[in-house]
């Protein structure tokens, strides 16, 4: 598909583009994360002030329930297992020893007739994309083979700062064709802020997360959990002569079951409701990223072969599904993002299956993993998330979280619910086949303490002790980007 990128209406530029309203209860699985990455509140913690809901949150909230029993009848399911409570204590698992009722995962490097996978090129040809397959099917839902074109705009071009370091900040829209669905309008929100006085394209770093309201980023992040206030990871990227850019979620896809009859979903599905193969929010998320690299590849202030993408928490998953699914992008920070993202589906530890399958997540995914929290187990699904990270391969991952404290003890410094070792765990999972590629693993099976980190590798590991927050991990993946683009922009 072509589609063109247009600066305030005018001069167009021809690229090629391939492929919140949250109503949940007080146990939601993650935080949303606005761009400033400032601190969030924990997991399972009722939103601050929270008092009755408004007429707009029962409404979401009575849709999104219907939407997902139309799926369950689809797909004959009566009834599904109950979720984990996070501030109920004795709930939810957070003990080790009953952790991993499924031990034995998937082998990445066997193919579906038993045969070994012992060169790049069978698993590129063969075997990378049965697991592919997988997750399409049965995970994350298939993106449709005909997504409208998106023509790109540059709504303003403000010159602005990051404490004493002029940047150029372009607001941007990215206008989704519609013209076979008039009824939904999808305008992707985007962001981008460059070095005023760069002397040629500079590496990018994009988040998952709120655009903002058109001013400068801070130079200083707030202080959080077991932290004092630092330089922001924006000022921290400026400093090694980078830019930064952030894409708002909630302009491609709504964050709940309400909205899947609009967005990039329901424009595409002409306002129809989902069927069990077809893409949740993530995957959407994921598409709009996407959009932003095509955006990306025609800014001559970019250098589109180093563009990083983070985000934290249920932006964590969009990531790691980013990642996974473009191979344009040269590295990925993924913080925190627990069950649907980097967790192991078959650990037993904080948020689990049955909790992403519920009324307020259920979105994120395909109608087909509703599966797995019914008539099926865990260890029932195809693939498991070691293989997504092995998606990613050979290109490098830091997998993060914070501290692992039950939240019903502690349940303002916790980030317990994301389940830091079981994504350490599919970390040493996607490990052969970041060895097949012939770059370095974590090199090790065995769990690092915590604020200890394995950093020398292509795939890397940090847990911290600061509860459900990215900003600990953003020095230590900012170094590790830094080594990987080796010094590019300076």
Known sequence: MEGEVKRNRSI??????????????????????????????????????????????????????????????????????????????????????KANPYPNLPDPLVMKNGKKVTSAKTWWDQRRPEIVEDFDREIYGRMPKSVPKVTWEITNSAQQSVGDVPIVTKTLLGHVDNSSYPLVTVDIQLSLSTPANAKGPVPIIMVFGGVGNGSAPPAVSPSQQGSEPGPSWQALALAKGWGFASLNPGSI????GAGLRKGIIGLVNKGEPRKPEDWGSLRAWAWGADRAMDYFETDKAVDAKRVG?????????????????????????????????????????????????????????????LKYAGPLQWSDMPVDSHELVAMCAPRPVFLSAGNSVDPAIDIG??????????????????????????KKDLGTTAFPPIETGILNGDLIYRQHSAGHTPNPNWPYFLAFAEREFKGAGQ
């Open 12 to 97: 167009p530029v021809t690229i090629c583009a391939s492929c919140v309203a949250l109503a949940a209860p007080l146990f939601a699985g993650c935080a949303v994360l606005l761009a400033q990455q400032t601190p969030q509140q924990s997991v399972g913690a009722p939103p601050a002030g929270r008092g009755q809901p408004t007429p707009e949150q029962l409404a979401n909230q009575k849709a999104s329930k219907e939407d997902r029993q139309q799926m369950m009848d689809q797909l004959h399911i009566a009834s599904l297992r109950p979720v984990v409570d996070a501030r109920k204590l004795g709930s939810a698992n957070y003990d080790e020893a």
């Open 253 to 256: 896809q709504a964050d709940n």
């Open 309 to 369: 993408i983070e985000g934290h928490s249920r932006y964590g998953k969009a990531t790691v599904v980013t990642m996974a699914y473009d191979s344009r992008f040269a590295i990925a920070f993924v913080s925190s993002s627990g069950e649907g993202g980097a967790k192991l589906h078959r650990r037993n530890w904080g948020e689990v299956v049955e909790n992403v399958a519920a009324e307020n997540e259920y979105h994120w995914m395909a109608g087909n993993f």
């Open 413 to 438: 410094h916790s980030d317990a619910w994301v389940d830091a070792k079981g994504t350490f765990l599919a970390g040493v999972g996607a490990g052969p086949v970041y060895r097949l590629m012939g």
